[in-house]
């Protein structure tokens, strides 16, 4: 039964607020959900150019333009910012947008919570850049923070202690938010097993959230109380463990690798049956292994830990769990692949960045099993080679499925098609010169380069001098993305009701745009599966 057909009943008629106060007060999800969306690109972009004057540095041997002090603050910055001000809200953003019409909610649980997970934000965000003018500048101990380094660091160093707890209550109540919406907001009808992957994904990650933010808030509050408060924690002088420190950070940072990587997987699970027109491979399977990867997140921490002196005892577990994990990742993989084989496919522009984001992810993850064995990452530790390998998994894994989503959701987001031929640009243009920028890392890792120093000797010219210029390009890339969008908004063509022929989740079932309130009273669906709606009873609705 088509939702489209109604036009009443809340779908279109409830108040809609206008000017400011709509953004300032909002309460709707997609209101909500899209000022996510645009915070998390102005900071991709703002933490874009700090990884640019990094490179702009490293063009050649020698210090060119910034002082290693001035060099390390952005090393840092940059990682923050990625990590809490780009991806993570860029996700949230996606979940605020499509979960309650994935599931037929009205709206998500907690609407007020949810303006107040946004706002908190860009205050955040400001302290951490405002730190960069304070006495000492911004934190200069890479995005890790590792003690003792961040306990002698000037007022910068607090003011990035105070944004995180920030950025951890922010992402604490958007990850209850899901929770909550997902377990008591689903139509009638939707099973959890019945559930879209995206929602699978979400719900894990939700959990991961709410599991491992305040460990990292344990850990900056320890640093926080070695720096003022007299206490001994990370201080080897007055009986405190540096180590101590990157068990409990690594115990927060491994799940925060997976917080990132797991919507992605929800997102190409969405998009890869679309354009393949098949419904998903192993959609059992697919849940099992999302709640695998969650559940060996926590268990895998000290891999980052192999050159601390740890017991060969515990080098062996740590590496062996650290295998263990690839395996439900090589179900999704396998999955993906399977779904496309021998589907009617076509390549519009969200189904390349998808199958970008499998063969990308996959070196990406490859290269990790291999930091996996203990004696290897003893070699490769600190090297350029991790720089490589966590970019594979980050920007080709994260940053390619949002790219995908976007493009993916955007017509039922706002009503008009983006450019074909300016996305399928970006995607090509992205492809190359990413691939440009940081394969040639791997051997700079390999000969021995070490991370986060401004300066190196001249056999690492030539690959610096490549990535330099690579990353520029890629870079300049994500301007066509933006003039995309802008323009799309604006003059794009109109949008059909189904604008990909093997859509069928719920979402696409009303109209396009997305009213302003959905699904009030909710759809009662009599079958569905797999996220895919076979069948709905009239509710006044549909």
Same mark, same amino acid.
Request: proline share 6%; with cysteine.
């Given at each position: 039964?088509?939702?489209?057909?109604n036009?009443?009943?809340?779908m279109?008629?409830?108040?809609?607020?206008?000017?400011?106060a709509?953004?300032?007060?909002?309460t709707?999800?997609?209101?909500?959900g899209?000022?996510?969306?645009?915070?998390?690109?102005?900071?991709?972009?703002?933490?874009?150019v700090l990884?640019?004057?990094?490179?702009a540095?490293?063009f050649s041997?020698?210090l060119q333009?910034?002082?290693?002090?001035?060099?390390?603050?952005?090393t840092?910055?940059?990682?923050?910012?990625?990590?809490?001000?780009a991806?993570?809200?860029a996700f949230?953003?996606?979940?605020?947008?499509m979960?309650?019409?994935?599931?037929?909610?009205?709206d998500?649980a907690?609407a007020?919570?949810?303006?107040?997970?946004?706002?908190?934000?860009p205050?955040?965000?400001?302290l951490?850049?405002?730190?960069?003018?304070?006495?000492?500048?911004?934190a200069?101990?890479?995005?890790?923070?590792?003690?003792p380094?961040?306990v002698?660091?000037?007022?910068?160093?607090?003011?990035?202690?105070?944004a995180?707890h920030?950025?951890?209550?922010?992402?604490?109540?958007?990850?209850?938010?899901?929770?909550?919406t997902?377990i008591?907001l689903?139509a009638?009808g939707?099973?959890?097993?019945n559930? @879209?992957? =995206?929602?699978?994904? !979400?719900?894990?990650? #939700?959990?991961?959230i +709410?599991? /491992?933010?305040?460990?990292?808030?344990g &850990?900056v509050?320890?640093?926080?109380?070695d720096?003022?408060?007299g206490?001994?924690?990370?201080?080897?002088?007055?009986?405190?463990?540096?180590?101590?420190?990157?068990?409990v950070?690594w115990?927060?940072?491994?799940?925060?690798?997976?917080i990132m990587?797991?919507?992605?997987f929800?997102?190409?699970?969405?998009v890869?049956?679309?354009?393949?027109r098949? @419904?998903? =491979?192993?959609?059992? !399977?697919m849940?099992? #292994?999302?709640?695998? +990867?969650? /559940?060996?997140?926590?268990?895998?921490? &000290?891999?980052h830990?192999?050159?601390?002196?740890?017991p060969?005892?515990?080098?062996?577990?740590?590496m062996?769990?650290?295998?263990?994990?690839?395996v439900?990742?090589?179900?999704k993989?396998f999955?993906?692949i399977?779904?496309?084989?021998?589907g009617?496919?076509?390549?519009?522009?969200p189904?390349?960045?998808?199958?970008?984001?499998?063969?990308?992810?996959?070196?990406?993850?490859?290269s990790?099993?291999?930091l996996?064995?203990?004696?290897?990452? /003893?070699q490769?530790?600190g090297?350029?080679?991790?720089?490589?390998?966590?970019?594979?998994?980050?920007?080709?894994?994260a940053?390619?499925?949002?790219f995908?989503?976007?493009?993916?959701?955007?017509?039922?987001?706002?009503?008009?098609m983006?450019?074909?031929?300016?996305?399928q640009?970006?995607?090509w243009?992205?492809?190359?010169?990413?691939?440009?920028?940081?394969?040639?890392?791997h051997f700079?890792g390999?000969?021995?380069?070490?991370?986060?120093?401004p300066?190196?000797?001249?056999?690492?010219?030539?690959f610096?001098?490549?990535?330099?210029?690579?990353?520029?390009m890629?870079?300049?890339?994500?301007l066509?993305?933006?003039?995309?969008?802008?323009?799309?908004?604006?003059?794009?063509?109109?949008?059909?009701?189904?604008p990909?022929?093997?859509?069928?989740?719920?979402?696409?079932?009303?109209?396009?745009?997305?009213?302003?309130h959905?699904?009030n009273p909710?759809?009662?669906?009599?079958?569905?599966?797999?996220g895919?709606?076979?069948?709905?009873?009239d509710?006044?609705?549909a």
């Amino acid at each position: 039964m088509d939702l489209a057909s109604n036009t009443a009943h809340g779908m279109v008629s409830a108040h809609k607020p206008q000017g400011l106060a709509r953004w300032l007060f909002a309460t709707n999800h997609k209101d909500i959900g899209s000022m996510y969306l645009w915070f998390a690109f102005c900071m991709f972009l703002v933490g874009g150019v700090l990884a640019l004057c990094i490179r702009a540095e490293l063009f050649s041997p020698g210090l060119q333009f910034f002082q290693p002090e001035l060099f390390n603050q952005l090393t840092t910055l940059h990682g923050l910012i990625m990590v809490f001000g780009a991806i993570m809200p860029a996700f949230t953003g996606l979940a605020n947008w499509m979960l309650p019409l994935m599931i037929g909610a009205p709206d998500m649980a907690f609407a007020r919570m949810n303006n107040w997970s946004f706002w908190l934000l860009p205050p955040a965000m400001t302290l951490l850049l405002l730190s960069f003018i304070v006495p000492g500048g911004a934190a200069a101990a890479g995005w890790t923070l590792y003690a003792p380094l961040s306990v002698q660091l000037g007022m910068g160093m607090d003011l990035t202690i105070f944004a995180i707890h920030i950025l951890g209550i922010s992402s604490i109540m958007g990850a209850i938010n899901i929770v909550v919406t997902i377990i008591n907001l689903r139509a009638p009808g939707m099973r959890m097993m019945n559930m @879209p992957m =995206f929602a699978w994904a !979400s719900l894990i990650t #939700a959990y991961l959230i +709410i599991a /491992v933010m305040p460990v990292l808030a344990g &850990a900056v509050t320890m640093v926080l109380a070695d720096r003022h408060f007299g206490s001994h924690f990370f201080n080897a002088a007055g009986g405190g463990d540096p180590v101590l420190y990157q068990h409990v950070f690594w115990f927060f940072g491994h799940p925060e690798v997976y917080i990132m990587a797991l919507p992605a997987f929800g997102i190409v699970s969405q998009v890869i049956p679309t354009f393949a027109r098949k @419904p998903l =491979f192993g959609y059992s !399977s697919m849940v099992y #292994a999302t709640s695998s +990867i969650g /559940v060996l997140s926590f268990m895998v921490w &000290a891999h980052h830990m192999f050159v601390t002196g740890m017991p060969a005892t515990a080098q062996l577990f740590f590496m062996y769990a650290t295998m263990l994990i690839a395996v439900p990742t090589g179900v999704k993989v396998f999955n993906w692949i399977a779904t496309m084989w021998q589907g009617s496919m076509s390549f519009e522009t969200p189904m390349l960045f998808a199958i970008g984001f499998i063969l990308l992810f996959t070196i990406g993850g490859l290269s990790g099993v291999t930091l996996s064995v203990a004696a290897v990452d /003893v070699q490769l530790h600190g090297s350029y080679y991790v720089v490589a390998h966590f970019h594979y998994v980050l920007v080709a894994g994260a940053l390619f499925s949002l790219f995908s989503a976007v493009y993916y959701w955007f017509p039922k987001m706002t009503g008009r098609m983006y450019v074909e031929r300016l996305g399928q640009l970006h995607f090509w243009w992205s492809l190359l010169w990413f691939n440009v920028t940081f394969f040639p890392m791997h051997f700079l890792g390999l000969a021995g380069m070490p991370r986060r120093i401004p300066d190196y000797a001249l056999q690492f010219t030539d690959f610096n001098r490549i990535a330099s210029i690579g990353a520029f390009m890629f870079g300049l890339g994500q301007l066509i993305f933006l003039v995309n969008i802008l323009y799309s908004l604006r003059h794009g063509k109109t949008a059909p009701q189904q604008p990909w022929e093997g859509a069928n989740t719920l979402e696409w079932q009303i109209p396009t745009p997305a009213p302003y309130h959905s699904f009030n009273p909710p759809p009662q669906l009599e079958t569905a599966e797999n996220g895919v709606v076979l069948s709905m009873r009239d509710s006044g609705q549909a």
